[in-house]
């Protein structure tokens, strides 16, 4: 795989400047570059955690699955969840930031998360702060 593309070798990591809180419910992320605010199921949290830089999203999905004793690997659901945190600017591809040698993190295109569902695997939900719930 190409740095930056699709596909289980690239190694997502976290934007250094995320606001990152626990709740009940998963985490509430605050992205001060964009000022939007991001709601995580616990399972979109533990993939957030897991975007370190070092771990590719093969590892990732072998996390998920251990940690939640899946029988099968979740792929099409970390990917798709690793997928929405890039297109919203709260990860990068580590290998694909490290070669373009002090670019810094992506820019967030301004459009919301779609369909990310308050549970199940990957899941997690994106609104803007002044939304009530």
């Known amino acids: 795989m190409t740095a930056g593309g699709p596909g289980p070798e690239r190694r997502p990591r976290r934007v250094s400047d995320l606001e990152i809180s626990q709740i009940v419910d998963g985490y509430v992320v605050y992205d001060p570059a964009t ?14 955690e897991l975007c370190d830089g070092e771990l590719t999203v093969d590892r990732i999905i072998d996390l998920v699955q251990g940690a939640w004793d899946l029988p099968e690997r979740p792929v ?8 929405r945190f890039e297109k919203v600017g709260l990860v990068v591809d580590a290998a694909g930031a490290d070669a373009a040698a002090g670019t810094a993190g992506t820019a967030a295109d301004g459009t919301a998360a779609d369909g990310m569902a308050a549970d199940g695997p990957a899941g997690g939900g994106e609104r803007q702060p002044s939304d009530p719930g």
């Open 35 to 48: 000022d939007r605010v991001h709601y995580l199921n616990h399972t979109a949290a533990v993939v957030i």
């Open 76 to 83: 099409d659901e970390v990917e798709a969840c690793v997928a």
